[in-house]
């Protein structure tokens, strides 16, 4: 096993220079998630208009992982209806489990995550900021956690 | 040969590499990688001798205890309080009765928490405890104070990782009535002054109880003579089997305290009217216990008597100094913990790589630490980090094993440079 697969340079990046990492002006949608074994924790905030997401940011602190799968989800949930951000996640997450082989273009830069398909014990930390997105804009007041 | 000359003769120097062949577990490659296990104060490997006791309980005394007349209950009883003697004497009690069985160090101080919290603690008293407790040695009591109106008072850690004796002085009152302290800090290292804060707590009436999970596997313990009323430990820190623990109580306290857990072996009489209980230990060991947990840990009991003590003292000591050195020589290391005589862990930051990510970039180097808050939330936030890494020692340890972790961090660095 290489570490490397799992440490991707787009990960890399992501983790230490993190997209969207602010909220953004006229938020209507927030959550908070927050895994307290490993300290991970994000606040995502989102615009949503007519069931689009017309802007989306976070801010919060954890692993390079954690970081990185929510700035790439910043990125990519973008515009998308909430329909759409529902699939996009249900395919992610299959892919991080193991469960689907990644489709780079259905997935874009999220393929990059298919590594951790050998780490479940990082799932957790990857799927944390979609769980908590997921809450902001089903208007769940409850912090999110995925431990 | 003279007396002089065997005088001059070294000490028998303690052999790692002949320790390192009794512990199976090692004998294995990670990620293609021969295994460097500093995980030791998560959970302890188990030397062969423990493996085969508890095998042996199994599948030849497998009865259960103090209920039969048969030879193989007599056979497992017998093992099982010959196990208890051995806990009694490895903790230098005054009689093996003092010395309760229980799943381990957290049932242990929730056993005492809920029949001395119940018995000792009213509106407005206090419960001192440190900054630096487990959570099993904080939410148990905490949970006590809920119940009862008392009050949670903690003593602070300093920058370095110490709690003085005057900082446990200062937050003792009157109404203080229980003081509850680790021996070791499970994420320092830091050894208490439990000898003097229990002779302090006891000027005030206190009764002390102490968490002795880390301390049992490196440090010679005496409960006579740090001469506190309660201890706590876990079989699986000291190389022996997971589930199994114990409760040590000074007779006069321990005795006179309620019944926890009702049900078999604990009573001494039972009718729909009236129960009437046993005394020590019984009394506080309703149901069947983990039989062969105990009788493993006694195994483990016997496995570290087989060693000059000294020599393993001295054998961890050189390794955490090693370590120490080691780590702190990383750019962008910085140790949590440095007090005089911390013994067993080292936590650490690296800047720029969270621990969670140091943790699985170490372990494809075949390295396995922990990372975490290590069930010390509150001590996190003192030292103003989510989570730290945590290498910690066992007695099959060797620099090699430190050099191992300290290639695999720069390696870590390299990747997230």
């Known amino acids: 096993m290489d570490v490397r697969e799992l440490y991707q340079e787009l990960i890399l990046d992501h983790g230490r220079r993190p997209r969207n990492f602010r909220f953004p002006d006229g938020a209507n949608q927030s959550a908070e998630g927050k895994n307290p074994l490993c300290g991970d924790h994000v606040i995502v905030k989102a615009v949503l208009h007519d069931g689009v997401v017309e802007d989306v940011g976070f801010q919060g602190s954890g692993c390079a992982i954690c970081t990185a799968a929510a700035s790439t989800m910043t990125e990519v949930v973008k515009g998308k209806s909430r329909g759409e951000v529902d699939a996009i996640f249900h395919t992610f997450h299959d892919v991080v489990t193991g469960k689907v082989p990644p489709d780079p273009e259905e997935l874009g830069k999220l393929a990059a995550f298919a590594g951790l398909s050998e780490f479940p014990m990082r799932v957790k930390c990857a799927t944390l900021a979609w769980h908590t997105l997921e809450a902001a804009l089903d208007h769940k007041p409850e912090a999110v956690t995925t431990e | 040969m003279t007396a002089t000359a065997r005088a001059a003769e070294p000490r028998p120097r303690f052999d790692v590499a002949r320790v390192r062949r009794d512990f199976p577990a090692l004998s294995q490659d990670v990620h293609e990688h021969p295994l460097v296990y500093l995980d030791s104060a998560a959970t302890a490997l188990k030397p062969q001798a423990v493996i085969d006791a508890v095998v042996r309980s199994m599948s030849r005394d497998s009865a259960n205890v103090s209920r039969g007349v048969h030879t193989l209950s007599q056979r497992a009883t017998l093992a099982f309080e010959a196990a208890r003697e051995k806990v009694a004497g490895f903790l230098n009690a005054r009689e093996a009765a003092e010395v309760v069985f229980v799943r381990g160090t957290t049932e242990a101080l929730n056993l005492v928490a809920n029949v001395l919290g119940g018995t000792r603690l009213g509106t407005d008293d206090e419960v001192l405890i440190t900054e630096l407790e487990h959570h099993s040695n904080l939410v148990p009591w905490q949970m006590a104070c809920e119940r009862t109106g008392a009050r949670l008072v903690v003593a602070p850690v300093t920058e370095a990782g110490e709690v003085t004796v005057d900082a446990v002085a200062d937050k003792l009152s009157k109404r203080t009535k229980i003081v509850a302290i680790a021996h070791v800090s499970n994420t320092l290292g830091t050894v208490l002054p439990v000898k003097q804060i229990a002779k302090l707590a006891h000027e005030r009436g206190a009764v002390v109880v102490v968490d002795g999970a880390q301390a049992a596997p490196h440090l010679s313990v005496d409960v006579q003579d740090l001469d506190v009323d309660f201890y706590a430990v876990s079989g699986h820190k000291v190389y022996g089997p997971t589930g199994i623990g114990v409760l040590y109580g000074k007779r006069e306290l321990f005795a006179e305290l309620p019944p926890w ?157």
């Not at chain 2, 078999?264 to 216990?289: C, D, N, Q, W």
Request: proline residues 4%; contains cysteine.
């Open chain 2, 261 to 417: 857990q009702g049900g078999g072996s604990m009573i001494h009489s039972v009718s729909f009217e009236k129960t009437t209980y046993k005394g020590l230990p019984e009394r506080f060991e309703a149901g069947t216990p983990d039989i062969s947990g105990a009788i493993g840990f006694g195994a483990a009991i016997d496995y570290l008597a087989g060693f000059d003590r000294d020599g393993l003292v001295a054998h961890e000591h050189d390794l955490l100094t090693y370590g120490m050195h080691a780590l702190e020589a990383v750019p962008g290391l910085r140790l949590i913990g440095r007090a005089p005589g911390k013994i067993g862990v080292i936590s650490f930051v690296v800047e720029g790589i969270h621990p969670h990510d140091l943790g699985t970039l170490v372990d494809a180097k075949g390295v396995a630490i922990r990372t975490g808050h290590h069930c010390t939330q509150p001590l996190m936030q003192r030292y103003s980090v989510p989570a730290t890494a945590r290498a910690s020692l066992g007695m099959y340890n060797t620099r090699e094993d430190i050099d191992r972790l300290v290639d695999a961090l720069l390696a870590a660095k390299e990747l997230f440079r």
